[in-house]
């Protein structure tokens, strides 16, 4: 089956791009000021070395607190699926959909020229969204629930209570990490607005 659209006529050509070497705290400053959630990482060169997601970063935050040290390279994903300009929207779909992974570089012998993800084929495609939604939640849900049993370890580790859980908040519905607040199960955000009033 064919979409008839090209994945270079829907991709994103001003994909935001950083240098192996920079720090995970600059590439989370990179990535909220241009409010995309991954970043590539090429070389002078403009090859393909890697990419970063925000699920790598919470990862190194539940584990490391000093973010300034560790720099890109040590954490970007090295083995990339990546996707040519000529191919169909369809073909890229399966390989998003295969790999459980809502990005891919669109890269010409090695060099990145741009990005496609999943917003971009809804944008193209609205029809496509059922597909999409099938496996988007799986990666999504597999990150939160990595970091949530990362920061109890870190919690049991230094002595800590174990009172974190995951599940929905009983305040604003959210799934996520949840304490048990005077016999409430809230996330974290409404336990730090309890504590304000």
Known sequence: ???GVKVGDVMTRNFVSVTPDISIAECSRIMIANKVGSLIIKSSQQKLEGIITEGDIIGVIAKSKNLEKIKAKDV??????TIGPAED?????????????????????DRVIGMLTV??????????????????PIREESEKLKAIKERKKRILEAGGK???????CEECENYGPIYKIDGRMICEDCKNEEEKD
């Open 1 to 3: 089956m064919k979409i």
């Open 76 to 81: 970007m994903i090295k083995k990339i699926v």
């Open 89 to 109: 929207m369809y073909e890229a779909l399966k390989k998003m959909r295969g790999k459980k992974i809502r990005w891919l570089p669109v890269v010409i012998k």
């Open 119 to 136: 917003k971009d084929i809804i944008r193209i495609e609205p029809s496509l969204f059922d597909i999409v939604s099938e496996f988007q």
């Open 162 to 168: 174990d009172e974190i859980e995951e599940g929905q």
